[in-house]
C-alpha cells in the first residue's frame, strides 16, 4: 500500500471562513493566522467527524 492509502485530507477553510470568503475573526486570535479556542472547537470536530467516518477502516470496527 502508498502512503496516501492512509491519508485522508482536510480542508479546514471552508469550516473557517465566512460566506464571503474571509476569515471568520471568530475563529482566529487577534493576529488573524492562530485559531482561537472557538476555532480549534470547529477544527476538531471536523477531525472528529473524520476520523469517525473512517473508524472501521482504520480499526477493522467500529469503536463508537
Known sequence: KLIEDYMVLLNPG??????????NRAY??????????A???VWGGEVRRVLMEHEEEL???KQY
Open 28 to 37: 482566529f486570535r487577534t493576529d488573524g493566522l492562530h485559531m482561537s479556542l
Open 59 to 61: 480499526y477493522g470496527t
Open 39 to 41: 476555532g480549534y472547537v
Open 14 to 23: 471552508e469550516l473557517l471562513m465566512k460566506s464571503n470568503n474571509l476569515p
